[in-house]
């Protein structure tokens, strides 16, 4: 008799194995996404802080310290929200492709 020859993984296994390395990926970037962007409205706000406390120095709390303040802060107040808005886009891309991730675990058990 004769040996039936051995298969490999079916290709649906093949494409699902795929799949869940590219949503892994995914998270992954976007956890990088998110890191960066946290890092980078962390050091505009810290920056900022610094400088207002050396021109409150300097100017002993007078016109320029507010010139100035109301030149920084709204800046900061809009990267802040444009951070926001990003995170929680960000966010929603990780829980997508965690979700995808988590169908593909139940179909392999």
Do not use: C, K
Not at 45 to 53: P, W
Not at 78 to 90: E, I, N, Y
Request: a positive charge; glycine letters at 6%; hydrophobic letters at 50%.
């Amino acid at each position: 008799m004769a040996e039936e020859p051995s298969r490999g993984p079916s290709d649906a296994s093949l494409f699902l194995t795929t799949e869940h390395f590219t949503l892994s990926a995914a998270r992954s970037a976007t956890v990088a996404e998110i890191n960066a962007r946290l890092q980078l409205y962390i050091g505009a706000l810290t920056g900022t802080i610094v400088s207002l406390a050396l021109v409150a120095q300097i100017s002993r709390v007078g016109p320029v310290f507010f010139t100035f303040a109301l030149v920084l802060l709204p800046v900061n107040y809009f990267l802040g929200l444009a951070t926001f808005g990003r995170l929680l886009q960000a966010w929603t891309e990780w829980f997508r492709a965690t979700q995808g991730m988590n169908r593909i675990r139940h179909y392999y058990v």
